[in-house]
């Protein structure tokens, strides 16, 4: 505050020492300097920023409308019934361990449960054929031993699998 009243009294010293006409003079130069600070400051920002939005506005409608389309489209979905998946049978895991160059030891299908054994398979493998058979028949993994054998990348696994049959369900 103090420094705030010493410059004030050294700016009206400044100007008691000048003329009339060169306190007009000094007076007409603070004025456009101000109107430049405020145009530079305030003004022309917005100006550029109602520029910016008049060209963005025919994008961001597009986007709306777009967005407006898909929650549509969501909510059309979202009241359809998935699709039914068929029950999983020893014969289908079969096939699909087969497919998948896996040879399960032991493999047995309680209800919506599967349990097997792999006492030697590749893990990359395994999960793979885990990853395709919970996008085709929705199965998922409920209890998993998984144990490093010497060879490289390979395994012995006892999985236990479970198909969830209805759309939603995650007990």
Known sequence: MNALLRWRQSLLLFLAAR??????L???AAAVLALGLIY???????????????KNQPELRQQVAQLQELARQAENLSGQAAAPVKPVTRESIEASLERGGLKAQNLVLTGEFIKLQLPEAPFAAITAWLDGLRGSARVAVTEASVAALDEPGMVKATLTLRQQREAGRNE
Not at 40 to 54: F, N, S, T, V
């Open 40 to 54: 530079a400051l305030l003004i022309d920002p917005a100006l550029k920023g109602r520029e910016q939005l008049r």
């Open 26 to 28: 000094l007076a007409g």
């Open 19 to 24: 003329d009339r006409r060169e306190r007009r």
